[in-house]
């Protein structure tokens, strides 16, 4: 079964940082464009940031910019998501994405466009 799996949530406090990782269970990740999204509780799921197979393009909601960096590292089959300056309207259920992608140098925002989810990791952010 192909899964990815998210790791590096936790408890933090405003204006502190956690960086996520995201691995892959069953295959590699370095043919496959991945998605960051986040869930808040009574809200719906949204595109936090992506980036392309190759690694050369990034996409961020406008929510994020400045403040998250996403990268990936095809040698250690890792792709992370460092988040920086965090705020509590972070607060949410943070999930990888991935698809098969190994032509194009393209990614999006778009949940629909993922067939690999993982289970989520949940970030709060409180004083």
């Known amino acids: 079964q192909l899964q990815v799996v998210e790791s590096g949530g936790g408890l933090v406090q405003p204006g502190g940082s956690l960086r996520l990782s995201c691995a892959a269970s069953?295959?590699?990740?370095?043919?496959?464009?991945i998605g960051w999204f986040r869930q808040a509780p009574g809200k719906e799921r949204e595109g936090v940031s992506c980036?392309?197979?190759?690694?050369?393009?990034?996409n961020y909601a406008d929510s994020v910019k400045g403040r998250f960096t996403i990268s990936r590292d095809n040698a250690d089959k890792r792709v992370y998501l460092q988040l920086n300056s965090l705020k509590p309207e972070d607060t949410a259920v943070y999930y990888c994405?991935?698809?098969?992608?190994?032509?194009?140098?393209?990614?999006?925002?778009?949940?629909?466009?993922?067939?690999?989810w993982g289970q989520g990791t949940q970030v709060t952010v409180s004083s």
């Open positions: 980036i392309s197979t190759r690694g050369s393009t990034t």
């Open positions: 994405a991935a698809r098969w992608r190994p032509y194009l140098n393209i990614c999006t925002n778009e949940r629909r466009a993922y067939d690999i």
């Open positions: 069953g295959f590699s990740l370095d043919s496959y464009e």
